[in-house]
């Protein structure tokens, strides 16, 4: 629904404001205005690849001056007109007006929807600004200017009833008719742009968690996290913005359409916020039942109100939601049982050690990154690429590509390591943990920062003497990091996963003599135990092994993925045979594909096929 809202803004508030040039141009036709705004529009659109924060700048000032303009007419209106609208707070007329307009009453509630319009981007705007700067600039900006507004066009009306059709260009003085037109220019396109940026980021997440296609997602500011662009989302939102605007020409039906949009963000918002009072926040419960009656009956009524009007419009966010919906499910589908395929069919330890001892096998200089989604075991198409081409670089990793449903994951906690058997053979795993605001490196930083965490967890395993148990694939040591999850583990006495090691980046005599400000060892007494227990051979050894890590990625790094065919089981119903050949390998085609995701070189890439049957 955010999405489709992506799409009904930037029409609206652009046809709306571009409406006003009638009042100085009344033989502007329909069709004129409609091209006018189609062409603001592009260019709207078109400025995206820019990035916000290059015309950021000039969103407050617009805006502060527009809420400013709307509350002044608003005043002038109050003072001018009949300030005798303010009555209107009072609780009884909204009765009244019910009582006596009954049914007709009802359905002019879609129409106020459009009042409140934006508040549905507020969830978005919490990823880049505090809580207490939203509440401040809504509370104390937005909704006084705003009632003021409302209020003033409402006095006008009183005395101008017939003026309804177009009462805010006709509510404001002659005068300021000029500024008035270029500020709500400026403000529906500040509007739109948040609206779009939402968009953006809704995609970015949806991506992140595996359920949406694969598409290029390019972040814009070096400064400033969240500031995205897509390229074909773009697109596809800037054309499918102009058809609406062409199709229906007018603010009515585009409104039905985004008024429906906008309830159905809100009601979705507070089905969803209950879920978190109560089983995140552990809120009181009684508490929780008021809120979700109160909430939950307002916006019921408002839903019902614009469902009458469905056909008029309405139907547009609802049917561009349905096709998001299918397009999601499909893809997310076909992934989760493509996983489960490679999970059920990873390679034995045994199988692996056959492979790797076999004569023919010949060893490649440099580091191989071979890229997996499996977080444990040997994906099958590795024995693939053993048998058609008889050879395995010097150190091969098998990278796992994850992103958390956090938003951040610190630079000391992201690469996790364990060593695969058998272990002469320089065959590690890592799972790479990002947060779905971390944006990925280029393939160079993230290949130099793996094996720069790849030669500390080298240092840490022998520092500790870690004991492997290869059946249960737990590790015991002491870690060196500090961070308090760490030390909760260790004060439970609990084992630690080989796959939750944390990698410090002190080096030797760091861990020994680091010194605090107060004068004291860093280091537990235990460490330093450990690290004298050490021989001077120990030592080498280690220092050996990082070495010759460090001289194989200077020979060069390839990058191993599997260009893997997904397809239905011959005896899969017609339903799925339909979805995964057809549906999922349309999506598949047309979107970005695995390397360029990672933004990986084409010198140094080769890729791996193989067919899957799901």
């Given amino acids: 629904m955010v999405i489709s809202d992506a799409c009904l803004t930037p029409a609206i508030s652009v046809l709306s404001a571009v409406g006003g040039l009638k009042e100085k141009a009344p033989h502007l036709t329909t069709d004129q205005i409609v091209w006018i705004t189609v062409a603001i529009l592009v260019a709207l659109f078109s400025v995206q690849r820019f990035g916000t924060d290059k015309v950021g700048y000039f969103f407050a000032p617009v805006v502060i001056l527009w809420l400013l303009l709307i509350g002044g007419v608003g005043v002038y209106n109050l003072v001018k007109h009949d300030i005798g609208v303010l009555r209107a707070f009072n609780p009884k007329y909204i009765a009244d007006y019910f009582r006596r307009n009954k049914k007709d009453a009802w359905i002019s509630l879609g129409g106020i929807l459009l009042c409140f319009t934006g508040t549905e ?22 909704v006084p200017s705003v009632l003021l507004a409302y209020a003033g066009q409402a006095a006008f009306l009183r005395k101008y009833p017939e003026e309804v059709a177009n009462t805010f260009y006709r509510s404001t003085p002659t005068v300021l008719f000029w500024p008035t037109f270029v500020l ?71 409104g039905e359409a985004h008024g429906i949009c906008v309830v159905l963000v809100m009601l979705i918002t507070t089905l969803l916020l209950t879920v978190v009072m109560l089983l995140v926040w552990r809120m009181n419960a009684w508490c929780v039942a008021l809120f979700f009656a109160v909430f939950m009956a307002s916006e019921s009524v408002y839903l019902s109100s614009v469902l009458y009007k469905f056909l008029h419009g309405g139907y547009i966010p609802v049917v561009i939601s349905a096709v998001l919906m299918a397009v999601m499910i499909v893809w997310h589908y076909v992934h989760v049982k493509r996983y489960k395929y490679e999970l059920e069919r990873t390679v034995s330890p045994d199988k692996v050690r056959e492979l790797l001892d076999g004569r023919d096998l010949r060893k490649v200089p440099g580091v191989g990154l071979f890229y997996t989604d499996l977080v444990q075991g040997i994906p099958p198409v590795f024995p693939h690429l053993i048998e058609k081409i008889p050879s395995i670089h010097a150190v091969l990793l098998f990278v796992s590509v994850k992103h958390l449903p956090v938003p951040h994951v610190d630079m000391s906690e992201r690469f996790l390591f364990r060593q695969v058997e058998p272990r002469e053979h320089k065959l590690y795993r890592c799972v790479a943990r990002y947060g779905y605001r971390d944006p990925l490196e280029e393939a160079k930083d993230f290949a130099a920062n793996l094996v720069e965490r ?161």
């Fill in 184 to 254: 709500a220019i400026a403000a529906s396109i500040i509007g739109s742009q948040a609206m779009i940026s939402c968009a953006f980021a809704t995609i970015s997440h949806s991506q992140a968690l595996g359920c949406f296609p694969r598409v290029k997602i390019l972040h814009t500011s070096k400064q400033y996290q969240g500031q995205l662009y897509i390229p074909e989302v773009n697109f596809l939102l800037g054309f499918a913005a102009c058809v609406v605007t062409v199709a229906f020409k007018t603010t009515v039906v585009i």
């Fill in 121 to 142: 981007a507020l969830f978005a705007d919490l990823g880049y600004f505090s809580i207490r700067s939203i509440q401040l600039s809504f509370g104390f900006g937005l």
């Fill in 454 to 614: 790849l030669q500390y967890y080298i240092r840490d395993v022998n520092l500790y003497g870690v004991d492997v148990d290869a059946k249960a694939g737990k590790v015991s040591y002491p870690s060196s990091r500090c961070d308090s999850m760490a030390r909760e583990r260790e004060r439970q006495g609990r084992s630690i996963y080989a796959e939750e090691m944390m990698t410090p980046a002190e080096s030797f005599s760091e861990l020994a003599m680091q010194v605090v400000p107060s004068g004291r060892y860093a280091a537990s007494s235990q460490q330093l135990f450990q690290a004298a227990k050490m021989s001077l051979e120990e030592m080498a050894k280690i220092e050996e092994e990082q070495r010759y890590i460090e001289r194989e990625m200077e020979k060069g790094v390839v990058y191993i993925m599997g260009e893997n065919e997904v397809v239905a089981r011959p005896h899969s119903s017609l339903l799925k045979k339909v979805i995964v050949n057809y549906v999922y390998a349309f999506l598949r085609k047309n979107c970005r594909q695995g390397d360029k995701m990672l933004a990986i070189p084409r010198s140094q890439l080769l890729k791996v096929g193989m067919s899957y049957e799901i």
